[in-house]
């Protein structure tokens, strides 16, 4: 596709429940990063795929969420158990590798995730 | 540990100029960039500095001083449509992004 592309663009649950949120980076990305942005707030970094293997995890707040890669395309985030706290904008970014000089990352429209 | 600063909120007139800080504190240093995210959307690219200087890009000019762990945009001609958070970003030793939590720009006609 033209862009990085989320689904869905909001979701509503109820607390306890589990929630898979869903990336499309732009094809040929081999970078991909998830971020939380609750609102007025700066992005929370949560993970960071380089193909399908994630080197770093040190975002994740809790063991009640885990991402995972396949394909070194598609990424989705899941979140077991949500929490009112949860609640926020998941944002996916890709790019074409590690940060750098034409390397910027290329956002998502992002998941509105909200948990009642 | 790891530290990104820049003011939380500016406010500035339309047609002016105005200059958003950011001082960075990282394990080591591979860049800065600069992000605009207009309210409830997502951040899009401005700029990436890697040496010290200023770059221009029209109305937006970002400066880096990588001995004093400064960076600056400047945004000329300020127009309302400019009025969004600016995020500054810096790439540390492990070519992460490191995020500053944003600087809301507020322009006023």
């Known amino acids: 596709g033209a862009g990085v592309s989320q689904s869905p663009s909001n979701k509503v649950t109820e607390k306890g429940k589990d929630v898979e949120l869903r990336c499309d980076p732009i094809?040929?990305?081999?970078?991909l990063y998830w971020y939380r942005q609750s609102l007025g707030q700066g992005l929370e970094f949560l993970i960071y795929f380089q193909g399908n293997s994630a080197p770093d995890k040190s975002g994740l707040p809790s063991d009640r969420f885990s991402a995972e890669r396949t394909g070194g395309s598609v990424s989705t985030l899941t979140i077991q158990r949500t929490q009112q706290e949860d609640s926020a904008v998941y944002l996916c970014?890709?790019?074409?590798?590690?940060?750098?000089?034409?390397?910027?990352?290329?956002f998502g429209p992002g998941t509105r995730l909200t948990v009642l | 540990g790891q530290n990104i600063d820049q003011p939380t909120e500016m406010t500035a007139t339309e047609g002016a100029i105005v200059q958003i800080n950011c001082t960075y504190q990282t394990s080591g240093f591979n860049g800065l960039f600069w992000y605009q995210q207009h309210a409830g959307e997502a951040p899009t690219f401005l700029s990436y500095n890697v040496l010290d200087g200023l770059e221009e890009k029209g109305r937006f000019s970002s400066f880096l001083s990588r001995s004093k762990g400064y960076s600056y945009l400047l945004l000329k001609e300020l127009q309302m449509k400019d009025s969004a958070s600016y995020l500054c970003?810096?790439?540390?030793?492990?070519?992460?992004?490191?995020w500053g939590a944003g600087t809301k720009l507020i322009i006023k006609p």
């Open positions: 970003a810096v790439v540390d030793s492990n070519y992460q992004l490191i």
């Open positions: 094809s040929g990305h081999t970078a």
């Open positions: 970014a890709s790019s074409h590798g590690l940060a750098g000089p034409y390397n910027e990352q290329f």
